[in-house]
């Protein structure tokens, strides 16, 4: 099978990092996957949900949001009420970046992580997932370099990763092209104990197989552990 980018069925789009993108924030990242660029970035409050005050406990909350021009059509911006689809992104966001987190050895803490889409070329939620979890990181390494925490209360790195089947054939990270016209789209995150946080799996046309499904999650797998490499390595 020839893919529209060259790539190899199991192949990882070529994937950039710039960190401390933003340097009014304490960790931050552009974090690119071919096309798809995303800005992450973290932000530390005293404030924490009135449900967890009095508990010794924090909160780690995502916040995402796809720029007007980030699509070939202007997108509109979302004032006040965010729409269902980010609704589900943040919370997805939020779910993965708590899963490595310790909210008692944060203390009584709010961590947030803003991540604003500024191109899309699919995979959105996946690449603020990885890169939200970068930022995340070096967030919290900056804290305990202040003394604001004497322990790290990270348990280890999140990515996730697309994976779909087009033309009948199984393939990894899907840029829009293929995830538009895509048979079946699977969206994995998962740890880096190989632990799943999360599986969305939708078959556009036919349903598909339970080794179709071990296929896709076999290839996605594969491209998280990638990914988690390039996550440690710009940590640092």
Known sequence: MTRPDGRKIDQLRKVEIIPDYISSAPGSVLFSMGDTRVICTATVSTDIPRWRRGQGAGWLTAEYSMLPRSSPERIQRERGRVGGRTQEIQRLIGRSLRAIIDLKALGERTITVDCDVIQADGGTRCASITGGCIALHRTVRRLIQETVLADDPLRGYVAAISAGVCGGEA???????????????????????GKMVEVQGTAEGEPFSKQTLDDLLGLAERGISELIEIQKKAVG
């Open 171 to 193: 393939v990894l990270d899907l840029p829009y092209v293929e995830d538009s016209t895509a048979e079946v789209d699977l969206n994995v995150v998962m740890t880096d104990k």
